[in-house]
């Protein structure tokens, strides 16, 4: 099992930063692809980014490329996401989430965290 909380969340004006992290617990957290996913109301769970057990590989939605980062630290059980230059279309609930692969599809993933509220006022 993996246990995923979110933190960091928060309001913020366009095109200031923000870091979000998201805490794991289980033993078995280093050998899951962990992802990024953001929703707002009345829309699909949608993709921002995802990088691989390792590390090595990463990907990102077309509309944060350039701006967000994604890193983990396997040691610390943790995984992160660097925001910069937000605009108000980042306002969200964004997700960590842990699964197999590094899919850009919701659903592959197991386990999910319950969320963290950003959002950037213009």
């Known amino acids: 099992q993996v246990q995923l909380v979110e933190s960091g969340g928060g309001l913020v004006q366009a095109g200031d930063s923000l870091r979000l992290s998201c805490a794991a617990s289980?033993?078995?957290?280093?050998?899951?692809?962990m992802g990024w996913f953001r929703q707002t109301p009345g829309k699909e769970r949608e993709f921002v980014t995802v990088?691989?057990?390792?590390?090595?590989?990463?990907y990102y939605a077309d509309s944060v490329k350039g701006r967000f980062t994604i890193s983990r630290d396997n040691a610390k059980n943790t995984v992160s996401l660097q925001m910069n230059s937000l605009k108000p279309e980042d306002t969200a609930v964004y997700y960590c989430?842990?699964?197999?692969?590094?899919?850009?599809?919701?659903?592959?993933?197991?386990?999910w965290g319950q969320g963290t509220q950003v959002t950037v006022s213009s």
């Open positions: 989430a842990a699964g197999y692969g590094t899919s850009l599809i919701a659903r592959d993933y197991r386990y």
């Open positions: 289980g033993r078995t957290f280093s050998s899951y692809g």
């Open positions: 990088i691989s057990w390792s590390g090595a590989n990463t």
